[in-house]
């Protein structure tokens, strides 16, 4: 009879690798909303399903059953690169691309753009360079940085996102200490950033450029742009890309994505790369897939050369700027008055970033997330959006996502996060009393 015994990870001959690397923070956020089917996740960072493009996509299905050619050729291998005609309406849609020179050459697609930020990883950072983010940042980036060895480096934010003096300053900070040669990128989501949902004006995007370029006389300094949330603006003009104020093509890797936009199921991410970087990546993204889904590209190509990508953005816009508004008239009503917390209007993206009096830590371990969790409403506790060296946690801070959450939940969902805030910070007043009492 065989054995059930299931071998402890130290038997198995796990590699160096798989065994440093922790368990990740998204995995136990999900496992805590799986757990109770009634509990309000604004946590999640998904897109709105009943936004999805169901619609278009049975239309451009349709079209293969009419065209056995576009099928047949859809269903085979496709090159390392991606689908050209794609490649080149990508490069047609980023604004101030063909203005610096670049060509379909440099875009190579990839399964999401969490795939390309891998790729870029792996054939442009050693085990223990440097990659200096935002505090905060993307949490997902932070634990691919971890799996590589890299040693991410927080440069203290504000509601325009990176500060240009305090990414000079660091860099300063870092060459005095001899590990200049081993800072090897920023990295930026310059349009309203996840988690904090920061959108970086012009003048402050050119003033970050201005200063890797300073730093890139001796050595170069790559700019990662992560422009994932660059669709989803619901007021206001919109800002330029990097490559459009004037950042090097060299030196600057543009990040893009169809998942929040269109649809994550489909994953197709692109990248728009300096000419050296091409090469390797498209040799090391070879071994790794043999090319993306190549079907997906296809799609992906039909529906902007038919304009779907453009109509469903107005659509998005529409839902979105409602889950926005309710998310922040609750927040009005049920946390504003509560001294000490602060939050952000943004313009677009998925996510408000939420600080919290000094007196209620949101960390996952702490009484918030218990009275929460009691309440039936989930977050992403900030802690987990900052690098391990630089700026230093902000442990009272947390994103909520409104992407997947109907309207009313929204609202109920921040009325239960209020009404827990309140609890946590009386009962830590109450404990700090008690201690006064007995001193």
């Known amino acids: 009879m065989p054995s059930t015994h299931r071998p402890s990870t130290d038997r198995i001959g796990l590699s160096q690798r798989a065994s440093a690397l922790p368990e990740q923070p998204i995995n136990r956020l999900m496992a805590a909303a799986l757990a109770n089917p009634r509990l309000i996740s604004l946590a999640a960072g998904f ?14 299905l349709r079209q293969w059953t009419e065209d056995r050619d ?18 080149a ?76 003096e305090a990414l000079d300053e660091r860099l300063r900070q870092l060459t005095a200490a001899g590990e200049r040669p081993r800072v090897k990128a920023v990295y930026l989501i310059p349009y309203f950033d996840n988690p904090a949902a920061t959108n970086m004006s012009a003048a402050r995007r050119e003033a970050i450029w201005q200063v890797i370029d300073r730093w890139s006389l001796e050595q170069p300094l790559y700019l990662i742009s992560d422009d994932a949330y660059q669709g989803l603006r ?3 003009p919109d800002e330029p890309t990097m490559l459009g104020i ?24 692109w990248g728009i790369l300096p000419s050296g970087l091409v090469e390797p990546l498209l040799r090391k993204k070879s071994v790794v897939d043999f090319g993306s889904p190549y079907f997906n590209q296809v799609l992906m190509r039909k529906a902007l050369e038919q304009g779907l990508i453009a109509s ?19 927040l009005d009503q049920h946390l504003a008055p509560i001294p000490g917390v602060r939050y952000e209007r943004p313009d677009g993206g998925l996510y408000v970033w939420l600080h919290l009096p000094a007196n209620v830590p949101a960390t996952i371990d702490g009484r918030l ?71």
Request: aromatic letters at 6%; one cysteine or more.
């Open 234 to 236: 619901y007021r206001g």
């Open 70 to 87: 576009l099928a047949r050729r859809s269903l085979q291998y496709g090159s390392a690169a991606g689908d050209p005609r794609l490649r």
């Open 369 to 439: 997330w218990q009275a929460c969790a009691e309440e039936g409403v989930l977050y992403v506790p900030g802690e987990f959006c900052y690098a391990t060296e630089g700026e230093p946690q902000d442990r009272c801070s947390m994103r909520l996502s409104f992407g997947v959450q109907s309207v009313p939940k929204i609202r109920e969902g921040i009325e239960l996060l209020g009404r827990a805030v309140r609890h946590a910070s009386a009962a830590d007043s109450s404990a700090a009393g008690l201690q006064t009492s007995h001193a």
């Open 47 to 60: 897109v709105d399903d009943a936004t999805l493009p169901i619609d278009e996509v049975t239309g451009l």
């Open 89 to 164: 309406l990508l490069l047609e849609q980023t604004p101030g691309a063909k203005a610096a020179g670049l060509t379909p050459e440099h875009v190579v697609m990839t399964a999401g753009s969490n795939s390309l930020l891998h790729l870029v990883g792996e054939v442009l950072f050693d085990p223990g360079d440097f990659v200096l983010c935002a505090a905060p940042t993307y949490f997902v980036y932070l634990g691919l940085l971890q799996d590589l060895g890299v040693r991410a480096v927080g440069i203290a934010s504000d509601r325009e996102g990176m500060l240009p």
């Open 246 to 269: 004037g950042a090097d093509p060299e030196r600057t890797i543009t990040c893009g994505t169809f998942s929040k936009t269109f649809s994550p199921g489909i994953r197709v991410g």
């Open 312 to 330: 469903h953005e107005k659509r998005l816009h529409a839902a979105y700027r409602q889950k926005l508004d309710a998310m922040l008239d609750a």
